[in-house]
């Protein structure tokens, strides 16, 4: 082999060698560009771009207040947003511009935890910004959603809302009768006689209802507060059952009745902002298209069943108004 073919080698092995780098590093970057806007796409699904005028900020509660699950690559969100309603706050805090929240409360309540960690939000708001809160109830406005609306300074009901159902409930299905009927046996080894709660004894209903005590105590509290009344006063309204617009208003539960536009009209005037505000979702194309895909997939009776069973047998304690169905 002559200097000529051993140089043509080396050339070939070196530019082989710098070809292979170079795709590893596009590769690389490539790979990483798309996972960073993945992740900004996944987590900025609400932008937050306000007028650069003075305005009102709008908070939409609507659907059940729960945790926020994390959302896939082709998931639609649905409903109440719990992380992205409280970031949403927190950049309105920093915003001079905003004057106020109204906060638009169509919800029959959800959970303990994401209920009151909204209204201490909205609490948080007030006091360091110093600037109100005022509440409009649409269909529902019911236990967590009649909750999160103490933090307002006024409350407005449309003349068709559902509110109150002030109370707890902590509920599960005791499913060992239909596991037999499909031949499935529950087994649990534990280490105590309260740690397994699939057949509910006396004893441990009894250690439930201390819990569901002490939270509907804090809800009395805190309506007590919100509405400037006694406890006692709040308790024989507070039996969990729903109001009418006219009953919530005969008890004090409610400032006043009024349509949408009305109380609109009203908060502008006050505080002498004219334009409300609230962030738009962007959803992909992808996003809806899959959604609808999924939706039309048949589900089996193994995936309905487990489906049920997560939704109904929660044991998670609930502010939450339980609705006809």
């Known amino acids: 082999m002559n200097k000529k073919?051993?140089?043509?080698?080396?050339?070939?092995?070196?530019?082989f060698i710098a070809v292979g780098v170079s795709s590893v590093l596009t590769n690389t970057f490539s790979e990483r560009m798309l996972a960073d806007s993945m992740e900004?796409?996944?987590?900025?699904?609400?932008?937050f771009d306000p007028p650069s005028d003075d305005y009102i900020a709008v908070v939409r509660v609507e659907g059940t207040i729960q945790e926020q699950t994390a959302a896939g690559m082709f998931d639609v969100p649905v409903g109440y947003q719990h992380i992205t309603t409280l970031d949403y706050i927190d950049n309105l805090m920093g915003d001079g511009n905003n004057q106020g929240i109204l906060l638009y409360v169509d919800s029959p309540g959800g959970t303990v935890y994401e209920s009151e960690e909204l209204y201490l939000k909205l609490k948080e708001y007030k006091e360091q910004t110093g600037r109100p809160v005022w509440d409009y109830m649409a269909h529902y406005a019911a236990s967590?959603?009649?909750?999160?609306?103490?933090?307002?300074?006024?409350?407005?009901?449309?003349?068709?809302?559902t509110t109150g159902s002030i109370g707890v409930i902590m509920s599960g299905f005791d499913m060992t009768g239909l596991?037999?009927?499909?031949?499935?046996?529950?087994?649990?080894?534990?280490?105590?006689?309260?740690?397994?709660?699939?057949?509910?004894?006396?004893?441990?209903i009894a250690v439930y209802q201390e819990q569901v005590d002490e939270y509907y105590n804090k809800f009395v509290g805190i309506v007590a507060e919100g509405r400037g009344m006694a406890e006692?006063?709040?308790?024989?309204?507070?039996?969990?059952?729903?109001?009418?617009?006219?009953?919530?208003?005969?008890?004090?539960?409610?400032d006043e009745i009024s349509l949408y536009e009305d109380m609109t009209a009203a908060m502008s005037s006050e505080l002498g902002a004219?334009?409300?505000?609230?962030?738009e979702s962007e959803?992909?194309?992808?996003?809806?298209?899959?959604?609808?895909?999924?939706?039309?997939?048949?589900?089996?009776?193994?995936?309905?069943?487990?489906?049920?069973?997560?939704?109904?047998?929660?044991?998670?304690?609930?502010y939450y108004a339980e609705q006809f169905r």
């Open 179 to 204: 596991y037999e009927k499909l031949g499935i046996r529950y087994v649990s080894i534990t280490s105590g006689d309260f740690k397994d709660s699939s057949k509910m004894t006396d004893e441990q």
């Open 283 to 318: 959803i992909s194309f992808f996003s809806s298209l899959f959604a609808k895909v999924e939706s039309v997939i048949p589900k089996s009776e193994a995936q309905i069943l487990t489906e049920t069973a997560a939704d109904m047998e929660s044991g998670v304690p609930m």
């Open 144 to 161: 967590g959603g009649y909750l999160i609306s103490m933090a307002a300074d006024k409350i407005y009901a449309n003349p068709n809302t």
């Open 5 to 15: 073919q051993i140089g043509g080698l080396i050339i070939a092995a070196v530019l």
């Open 274 to 279: 004219y334009e409300f505000y609230e962030p």
């Open 232 to 254: 006692e006063d709040v308790k024989t309204l507070a039996d969990g059952r729903v109001y009418t617009a006219n009953q919530a208003l005969e008890n004090g539960l409610v």
């Open 40 to 47: 900004q796409i996944l987590t900025d699904s609400v932008g």
